[in-house]
T-cell receptor, first 115, second 114 residues
Framework: AQKITQTQPGMFVQEKEAVTLDCTYD???????LFWYKQPSSGEMIFLIY??????QNATEGRYSLNFQKARKSANLVISASQLGDSAMYFC????????????FGQGTRLTINP | NAGVTQTPKFRILKIGQSMTLQCTQD?????MYWYRQDPGMGLKLIYY???????DKGEVPNGYNVSRSTTEDFPLRLELAAPSQTSVYFC?????????????FGPGTRLTVL
């Protein structure tokens, strides 16, 4: 069964520090995609970054990077130089069905950036 | 370009009432999805559609129905509302032609059943 595990319910980080949010996944499908979404207090789901299972390099998008370790089945999100506006819930998700592109989500990590 | 829009933003229902949550996307995406998010939890898939006229159940379909008569619209119907359906409902869409299969979400509908 496909599953996403986020073991950090909450994290507190000082502004301008880097932060790593953990995500491990479980699937027997050789083809899958991993996503990170941000959910601020306003409630919307904002796409941050994507990593395909066959991608050779770790994905990067601005201050976001994805530390993809396939053998360990982990896909950690790294946010460099954190900002107050980064305070939000962060969800890791995995595409489980290439045909229908269905997603399975983890329970999320609440990140708080302190000034 | 509006993306994915959902109406209403908020709704309070009484037990046993019915309602339809509306979802529209203007990105010409083939795939559309309905998720629910319970407090402090991740999203769970209710129903999805890979094209007009084609729908299928997700992880938590009981108590809901969907239809997809056009590419743009994917309404979610709640019949006989129950307190367990109190949740935030998100509609999303994605393109079968996208290399990343990224889903884009609407702003959500917060539903309370009393």
């Amino acid at each position: 069964a496909q599953k996403i595990t986020q073991t950090q319910p909450g994290m507190f980080v000082q502004e301008k520090e880097a932060v790593t949010l953990d995500c491990t996944y479980d699937t027997s499908d050789p083809s899958y995609g991993l996503f990170w979404y941000k959910q601020p207090s306003s409630g919307e789901m904002i796409f941050l970054i994507y990593q395909g299972s066959y991608d050779q390099q770790n994905a990067t998008e601005g201050r976001y990077s994805l530390n993809f370790q396939k053998a360990r089945k982990s896909a950690n999100l790294v946010i460099s130089a954190s900002q107050l506006g980064d305070s939000a819930m962060y969800f890791c998700a995995m595409r489980t069905d290439k045909g229908a592109q269905k997603l399975v989500f983890g329970q999320g990590t609440r990140l708080t950036i302190n000034p | 370009n509006a993306g994915v829009t959902q109406t209403p933003k908020f709704r309070i229902l009484k037990i046993g009432q019915s309602m339809t949550l509306q979802c529209t996307q203007d990105m010409n995406h083939n795939y559309m999805y309905w998720y629910r998010q319970d407090p402090g939890m991740g999203l769970k898939l209710i129903y999805y559609s890979v094209g007009a006229g084609i729908t299928d159940k997700g992880e938590v379909p009981n108590g809901y129905n969907v239809s997809r008569s056009t590419t743009e619209d994917f309404p979610l119907r709640l019949e006989l509302a129950a307190p367990s359906q109190t949740s935030v409902y998100f509609c999303a869409s994605s393109s079968r032609f996208s290399g990343t299969d990224t889903q884009y979400f609407g702003p959500g509908t917060r539903l309370t059943v009393l």
